[in-house]
């Protein structure tokens, strides 16, 4: 008999650019139903899985502050997007079959619930998929910033990080094929090593809330399923 998942609820976070697929810009529906069948075989293993989805597809509001714009301004553009992101991965849960609430960090009561801690908490133990929107709800953070925060804050086991590739490594494996990849690291690496995989804030927070960061590929098919049951490619941060 195969072992039960070695975790009850963890985040996932997939980056707004993920969600575009072999696209320059926005949304990609192939994706994004291909991201919720994931989804769906980790609720089938009977994990409770919460996500943070970023904007970057769309909009970031330090390319709107390059531009000329107040930074605090286009950071709030940046967040409206995390809630377009998050309200298409909705649509593609629920053509799964997946039972999903969007919660968002400004509230906007006629799209989606605002943010509530106990209320998504219920949700997660009803099986429902909560979808947090909008980041932290505040400028001068990043959506990895806001998947620690409220990983910490659902008391997840576990921060899945869904990248490009399937895992950290010590060099950008599509520039360099003979980077070495991390099987583990810890948070100090991360930080005193710069690598380029989740800003600084999020890797301290997960790290003061002993939250493990896993870094897969958002990409491959059946990865997400595969790294709750421990196989496959990935890195653990820890
Ligand atoms: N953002 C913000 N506060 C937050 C989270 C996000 O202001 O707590 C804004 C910020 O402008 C950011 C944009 O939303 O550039 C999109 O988020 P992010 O860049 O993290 O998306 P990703 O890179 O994951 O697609």
């Known amino acids: 008999m195969s072992q039960p998942p070695a975790y009850k609820r963890v985040l996932l976070k997939v980056s707004g650019e993920a969600l575009m697929g072999g696209r320059e810009y926005g949304l990609d529906n192939a994706t994004c139903r291909r991201i919720a069948e994931d989804v769906r075989g980790v609720i089938d293993l009977g994990v409770q899985v919460c996500m943070v989805i970023g904007g970057g597809n769309i909009f970031r509001g330090i390319a709107g502050a390059a531009s000329g714009m107040d930074r605090a301004q286009a950071d709030s553009m940046g967040m409206l997007a995390t809630v377009m992101n998050a309200l298409a991965m909705q649509s593609a849960l629920e053509k799964q079959g997946i039972s999903t609430r969007v919660q968002s960090a400004i509230p906007m009561s006629s799209v989606c619930e605002p943010f509530i801690r106990r209320r998504a908490e219920r949700h997660m133990e009803k099986g429902r998929v909560v979808i947090f929107a909008a980041g932290t709800g505040n400028p001068f953070f990043t959506t990895d910033t806001a998947a620690a925060l409220r990983a910490a804050e659902m008391g997840c086991d576990a ?80």
Do not use: C, W
């Not at 948070?187 to 896993?214: C, F, G, K, Q, T």
């Open 159 to 238: 921060l899945l990080k869904g990248t490009q590739v399937d895992g950290v490594y010590a060099a950008d494996p599509r520039k360099n094929p003979d980077a070495e990849r991390y099987v583990t690291l810890t948070y100090l690496d991360m930080l005193s090593r710069d690598l380029a995989v989740m800003d600084a804030a999020a890797i301290s927070l997960a790290r003061e809330n002993h939250l493990p960061i896993i870094v897969f590929n958002i990409h491959e098919p059946g990865a997400f399923t595969a790294v709750m049951k421990g196989e496959g490619k990935f890195t653990t941060v820890i």
